[in-house]
């Protein structure tokens, strides 16, 4: 179907932003199935290796949209070290703890081999990754979009869009660069 200009529906930054949370719900549920099968390390690798890379680097860009784009100007109507702002910014420190935790552990399990100790460690920080990950969009879907979308006006989502495409932009260039992509959940 063809669509001109005029026609095409842009996308809001919190529609945006619920489109990568359903990406990465199901690249949550994904990493859950692997963690019944890390005996199993030849078979699970190559997921578990695209998995962690995505969690390590890609996913990042997401929190660097609300931090740097949605947050400053949802600061204009609520405060930014209290209420939904605030829980979501700590919430954010707090996974890219547990994530970092994570990326180590699956790091040793690759490097090391796949001994109980490993594995279990893997399922620990994993699953804490999975829960709080989980908790935090449900929490952003539910009250922090609601806000935003009944406070920002349209020439703030404009400048919400505007900065979520140079992020993405800025990501892509870091990426194609030599050396790859250096976003990292530090």
Known sequence: MATTKNTLQLKTPTQ???E????????????????????????VAAELKELAAFFETDFWVHFTKEEDALF??????????????????????????????????????????NNPERKELIRKYGNRFIYALRDHIDKENSV????????????????????????????QARKASPGGCCCSSS
């Open 16 to 18: 945006l932003l619920k």
């Open 20 to 43: 990568d949370h359903d990406e990465v719900q199901g690249k949550l549920s994904r990493l859950e199935d692997i963690f019944g099968h890390l005996d199993r390390q030849a078979e």
């Open 72 to 113: 400053p100007e949802l600061e204009k109507y609520l405060p930014k070290d209290q209420g939904p702002i605030g829980v979501m910014l700590e919430e954010h420190v707090e996974l890219r703890e547990t994530n970092r935790q994570l990326q180590k552990a699956i790091s040793a399990y690759f490097a090391l081999g």
């Open 144 to 171: 922090l979009f609601e806000l935003t979308e009944a406070n920002l006006t349209k020439k703030q989502v404009e400048t919400v869009s505007k900065g979520f495409e140079k992020i993405a932009a800025e990501h």
